[in-house]
């Protein structure tokens, strides 16, 4: 009779949970200090895997913020501590180390609508151009080494060539490269491809949206000429 009276008690937890797990939208623009949208900014609360990145109109959304929570953001390597305050939707201007935010009504009714990827919950990471600059080397596959926990960068024969493993995996069955992504268009290889022409680059160990070939993760590659789509 007890075991009954607790397993009854934890029923309308249970369904709070699976309803939480829906999650509940949370809309924000952040512009810098002329109004411009700030694009490809990343935002997370508590999970750093769990982010979203401002699109090119400076917009992006997460899903269950809390009201006494803090959005961490982070653009062109400052990183912004910016408490939600119990706002529903925020927008946020950022000047150099300082910012100011405030409450949008206008994004709360708009819900998922507003963004169309809105978090990404997959184990990756994103290489802005100004770090791969950093490096000091020119080409692209020898500027991620080293960059990326778990890739590893193999060069062809002849120095030609590059094939990249995310996952560290090794296979006597199978393929283990990553897929290369060149602004939207699947590319044999990422070797000849000069840093500075790079906006930035994404670096998925799960790569499932572009189906089997993406099982080995992928590196997306998004180049300044591309218009950082």
């Known amino acids: 009779m ?3 009276i607790v397993a009854l008690a934890l029923l309308p937890l249970a369904a709070m949970s699976q309803n939480g797990s829906q999650g509940i939208p949370f809309n924000g623009v952040i512009v810098d200090i002329n109004g ?3 694009k490809r900014a990343r935002i997370h609360v508590t999970n750093v895997n769990r982010y979203a990145l401002t699109d090119r109109k400076g917009r992006f959304g997460l899903t269950d913020v809390q009201p006494t929570d803090t959005l961490h953001v982070n653009w062109n390597g400052v990183k912004y501590d910016i408490p939600v305050n119990g706002v529903k939707a925020i927008r946020i201007r950022l000047a150099q180390t300082q910012y100011s935010a405030e ?3 206008d994004l709360v009714s708009i819900g998922y609508d507003y963004v169309s990827t809105r978090e990404r919950f997959n184990a990756s990471t994103t290489i802005t151009g100004a770090e791969l600059v950093r490096t000091n080397r020119y080409d692209l596959a020898e500027a ?3 960059l990326v ?9 002849f120095g030609e060539g590059a094939t990249a493993n995310i996952r560290n995996s090794v296979s006597i069955s199978g393929p283990t490269e990553a897929l290369y992504v060149v602004d939207g268009l699947i590319v044999e ?3 000849g491809i000069n840093v500075h022409a790079v906006d930035h680059v994404d670096i998925l160990k ?9 099982g080995n993760g992928a590196i997306v590659v998004y180049t300044k000429r591309g218009g950082n789509k």
């Open 2 to 4: 007890k075991r009954l």
């Open 144 to 146: 991620l080494q080293g």
């Open 103 to 105: 409450n949008d009504e």
């Open 36 to 38: 411009a949208p700030v």
């Open 189 to 191: 290889s990422l070797f």
């Open 149 to 157: 926990p778990g890739l590893r960068i193999e060069r062809g024969d």
């Open 206 to 214: 799960d790569a499932n949206i572009y189906g089997a070939r993406g």
